[in-house]
């Protein structure tokens, strides 16, 4: 009994001291993650742009040496085209004008006109269902392919060769297979530029009417053909009245799935030019506008009217204003060139790559 005493008072003295010091410690809790999915927080919500009481809201470059000032303007979800690969799209009919020239085919030329030399061009020859004959410069990208294709369009001034060489380059480079087309032979009154390529077989200057989209969509269709090109995603980029018809396309059935437009007119008042402010409801493919602020030649009123068409209709679209800005922005000598060139890069592959 005695041992049993001193046994108890000595676990009591012991222990006592240890138990009161372990419920008095401070407490830390790390929570473990059972076997139920831990609840995910929500992703910080996107930036939204500012909400400006003018529709149009432009920001004074801050020098001359600055970023141009844009507004961009997001774009609407766009379904994924159709799978037409290496078939022309059946055009949706407007007017029968407009229609790609049933049995047209292609060949290589002997040489290249004027004397244009490249490593990486083919020139190709493009029947037509007239008489007249089109030419066009292809760029293939290293590889084998497919590619997705860039058509270009050039302006009033003519199929020249700075354009489709500086153009060209640019966007084979970028991994596009690009074709050059001429799509009017010469140059309308009052528009020439250095570099002229020669085609007498073309078809005369005609403005954006019918018969001149025709001659265009023969070179989209062909370029959709070619060995190498992806024929389901066709983009087609233009400057000034090649960008007038690169619209007027996506609004007639051409089937391509981007178009990039460099300063068009969307409202001409020439009798021989279709405004494609008209056939805005048939606007078929998702569109890059670039516009100087301070363009004489269309002025840029004209796309702000188009640009607010497109959105009442929820077209997709982007449009990127440049204060102070001239006719043709991508142009060499144009100070906008770089950001209107990566700009335009950027969406081709979004909707050409993706």
């Avoid at 997001?74 to 690969?85: I, L, S």
Wanted: hydrophobic fraction near 40%; include cysteine.
């Amino acid at each position: 009994m005695g041992f049993r005493k001193i046994f108890v008072s000595i676990v009591t003295v012991s222990v006592l001291p240890i138990l009161t010091a372990c419920f008095n410690a401070p407490s830390t809790t790390t929570l473990v993650p059972g076997p139920t999915s831990p609840v995910s927080q929500p992703p910080p919500a996107s930036p939204q742009p500012p909400v400006t009481s003018s529709p149009y809201p432009l920001t004074p470059l801050p020098s001359p040496t600055a970023a141009p000032s844009i507004i961009s303007t997001p774009t609407a979800p766009v379904p994924p085209p159709p799978d037409n690969r290496l078939t022309p799209v059946p055009p949706v009919t407007v007017t029968p004008a407009i229609l790609p020239a049933s049995g047209a085919g292609w060949r290589q030329t002997k040489s290249p006109p004027n004397g244009f030399e490249q490593k990486n061009v083919q020139w190709i020859e493009i029947d037509t269902s007239s008489n007249y004959k089109l030419v066009a410069a292809v760029f293939r990208p290293e590889g084998t392919g497919p590619f997705p294709v860039i058509v270009l369009l050039h302006a009033s001034a003519g199929f020249t060769g700075p354009f489709t060489k500086g153009i060209g380059n640019h966007f084979v480079q970028n991994g596009f297979l690009v074709v050059g087309g001429l799509w009017f032979s010469g140059h309308a009154q009052g528009w020439e530029a250095p570099g002229l390529i020669d085609w007498p077989q073309g078809p005369p200057f005609a403005g954006t009417t019918d018969e001149a989209i025709k001659y265009a969509n023969i070179i989209v269709q062909t370029a959709r053909l070619l060995p190498g090109a992806d024929g389901k995603h066709m983009g087609v980029f233009g400057t000034s009245r090649g960008a007038m018809a690169s619209v007027l396309l996506a609004s007639t059935g051409a089937g391509v799935q981007a178009v990039v437009a460099d300063s068009a007119s969307y409202s001409p008042k020439s009798p021989i030019d279709k405004p494609a402010i008209g056939l805005v409801q048939n606007m078929e493919a998702p569109l890059l506008m670039l516009h100087g602020t301070a363009d004489q030649t269309a002025p840029v009123q004209s796309a702000r009217d188009y640009e607010a068409a497109l959105k009442r209709l929820n077209k997709p679209y982007e449009a990127r204003y440049y204060e102070g800005g001239a006719h043709v922005v991508t142009v060499p000598s144009s100070p906008n060139r770089a950001d209107a060139l990566a700009t335009t890069v950027s969406f081709l592959k979004k909707y050409l790559m993706q």
